[in-house]
């Protein structure tokens, strides 16, 4: 399996890719779903639909309105221009700020879950001790939705990795500036240099495999320590 430094190039960018978006996105998942698992408001059930849109919307049409919305022409376009910032698409800022919204549903749905999942009791014993609400949602909350995260953690960068559509869209085609590897394996596809496509193809397969195989082990852990705690 021979990699050219073209594709060490892609390997890499999309490492990073996925990284930052991952991160950025555990930190504004967070208060999200905490929102969502908590509300009452009539807003849940819309921002709920929000959040999971990118679930159905085909990339391309997602990629689409992003490039509207980010270009010279666009909304936040012309207000980044007027703070004196260069236009978001075909840049790595343009693909993080896709990324993140691509992928917002695989990180904000696991952790509103393991919101959900903590319920009202340990909560309420905490307030009993005088924990503000900020000490229960950090020494509480945080800490038993720990599962939750790891999964948000492992969906979310095992999604930003995979992408195409929207990161062709927004991203365009520009070595190591844009061109991840789901777009370097489309260059080689249609230069017909089938050997490399299968290199960067296999690779992606055991990733995908790897992380499946991690989230499922994490799942059962879990499942397996919740019986045992109800036996308790």
Do not use: C
């Amino acid at each position: 399996m021979l990699l050219s430094p073209e594709d060490i190039g892609a390997i890499w960018l999309t490492l990073k890719l996925a990284s930052l978006v991952t991160l950025l996105l555990i930190l504004i998942s967070t208060p999200i779903a905490w929102w969502l698992t908590r509300t009452q408001s009539w807003l849940k059930g819309p921002i709920n639909a929000i959040v999971a849109m990118p679930l159905v919307l085909p990339p391309t049409v997602l990629g689409f309105y992003l490039l509207l919305l980010l270009g010279p022409e666009g909304f936040i376009g012309k207000l980044l221009g007027q703070l004196g910032i260069a236009p978001l698409p075909f840049s790595f800022t343009g693909l993080v700020v896709a990324s993140m919204v691509y992928s917002l549903p695989f990180v904000v749905q696991p952790i509103q879950n393991a919101f959900a999942s903590i319920g009202e009791g340990p909560l309420e014993a905490a307030a009993t001790l005088r924990a503000s609400p900020w000490d229960r949602f950090v020494h509480v909350v945080i800490p038993l939705a720990k599962p939750g995260y790891i999964s948000a953690a492992i969906l979310g960068f095992a999604h930003t990795v995979g992408e195409f559509g929207v990161v062709l869209m927004i991203g365009g085609n520009i070595p190591n500036e844009t061109r991840v590897i789901s777009v370097q394996i489309y260059d080689h596809v249609e230069a017909l240099e089938y050997g490399q496509a299968h290199s960067l193809s296999l690779l992606m397969i055991a990733f995908a495999f790897t992380v499946l195989v991690f989230l499922y082990s994490i799942q059962k852990r879990q499942k397996n320590s919740t019986m045992s705690g109800g036996l308790l």
